[in-house]
């Protein structure tokens, strides 16, 4: 009698759907299938400077359309489109916020006004990375041509292009939720390690993971990543005037919903956390002036939606 339902439990456990499901994932969205994907970004950023902490939060969310617009048997290329930006950000003393679509005529809302609706393109191989970003650079040539480089506002227009939308950025954000995905058949439990370079905003970002396939079924592989996050530059960064450097380290951890037959992200969630210093140094001499501790924790959603 016990032998007879352990054979039964052995059979309802290998029979159940995805317990021993191998796959090989793929980024492959099909050819002219649209999407849109929403970013959500909230940030908490602590710093201490000559004693005194200060905390700010900073919210943001980028709107992106997508349109694949080739498909070959290495890499897809994607026509992207920002749709909607805005970002708000408080500390105990001041408070701001910028929208792509509100009709102030700030300087820096004209600016997230200006990037809406331009077309530039995103290649990505088989395994989900980005390989190339074609034509954002010229957007933003485009963009700065309309204002006479003498104007003081220009300097400050081109730093928060080049920073906020540039391709570092971007392939920045689409890379942190995302897997790089293996070439090999895996199942549930299987891991694989992949690591990730860029240059985010004022500093180069490398990242080391470990992704988890937690479960596969026919609708979603989820996928939980962990990553240890090494940011740093050297010396010949500028900060207000003053030479710099970053010193800082970190963990992530995120689970991501994978379309099985697409490789497409539907859904994720990253939780960061990462802390260190920002190093002043007087020009002069050299020497370290201002050491600022810093740690910032940020907790970001993306999600994509088939149209």
Do not use: C
């Amino acid at each position: 009698m016990k032998k007879s339902i352990f054979v039964v439990y052995l059979l309802v456990i290998f029979a159940f759907p995805g317990f021993s499901q191998k796959i090989i994932l793929n980024f492959n969205p099909p050819l002219e299938s649209k999407y849109s994907t929403e970013f959500d970004i909230q940030s908490t950023v602590q710093q201490t400077i000559m004693g005194i902490e200060q905390t700010i939060k900073v919210n943001m969310l980028m709107i992106m359309d997508s349109h694949v617009v080739e498909s070959e048997s290495n890499y897809s290329l994607i026509k992207v489109q920002y749709k909607k930006f805005s970002i708000e950000s408080s500390d105990a003393f001041v408070s701001f916020a910028i929208d792509s679509e509100t009709k102030d005529e700030n300087p820096a809302n004209l600016i997230f006004r200006s990037l809406i609706d331009k077309s530039f393109f995103v290649k990505f191989d088989r395994s989900g990375e980005v390989i190339e970003i074609i034509g954002l650079d010229q957007i933003i040539n485009d963009i700065l041509k309309g204002i006479d480089p003498s104007d003081p506002i220009y300097e400050g227009y081109k730093k928060t292009l080049e920073e906020s939308f540039g391709v570092n950025n971007l392939r920045q954000n689409f890379q942190q939720l995302s897997v790089a995905f293996p070439s090999y058949e895996v199942g549930t439990g299987d891991t694989w390690n992949y690591n990730l370079n860029s240059k985010a905003t004022n500093f180069d970002v490398q990242m080391y993971n470990v992704a988890t396939i937690k479960s596969i079924d026919t609708d979603n592989v989820i996928i939980q990543n962990n990553s240890t996050i090494i940011s740093s530059h050297s010396d010949s960064m500028e900060i207000q005037g003053m030479k710099g450097k970053i010193d800082m380290t970190g963990s992530s951890i995120s689970e991501i919903y994978i379309n099985p037959e697409t490789g497409l992200t539907k859904s994720g969630v990253v939780t960061q956390e990462i802390e260190g210093d920002l190093i002043l140094i007087t020009e002069e001499t050299g020497e370290e002036e201002i050491k600022i501790p810093m740690k910032i924790y940020s907790r970001i959603r993306v999600k994509n939606i088939m149209y």
